[in-house]
Nanobody, 116 residues
């Protein structure tokens, strides 16, 4: 059974930092690219960034570029989303997605709230 479990969300003040984790089981983790999405109330799901399965190359949405960093530890089957300089508009449920060709698996998400 495939499971993706996000953790690390919470309440943080503007300008603060959080590190989210996405722990994966039931798949050969190193063969999957991992995407981080977010969804705010009343808004469509947005791709935040991704890390490839090949050479750990990353790409990011313009809205988070320079502030967010994705990394992966294949030994721990875990992907991380380091979020710095957080803004109120970063408030959302953050969801990880493992993808390989036509296979796609989703976590349940973790809430991030940026507020003073």
């Amino acid at each position: 059974q495939v499971q993706l479990v996000e953790s690390g969300g919470g309440l943080v003040q503007p300008g603060g930092s959080l590190r989210l984790s996405c722990s994966c089981s039931g798949i050969t983790f190193s063969r999957y690219g991992i995407n981080w999405y977010r969804q705010a109330p009343g808004k469509e799901r947005e791709l935040v960034g991704a890390i490839s399965r090949h050479n750990n190359s990353t790409n990011y949405a313009d809205s988070v570029k320079g502030r967010f960093t994705i990394s992966r530890d294949n030994a721990k089957n875990t992907v991380y989303l380091q979020m710095n300089s957080l803004k109120p508009e970063d408030t959302a449920v953050y969801i990880c997605n493992a993808r390989r060709y036509f296979d796609s698996y989703w976590g349940q998400g973790t809430q991030v709230t940026v507020s003073s």
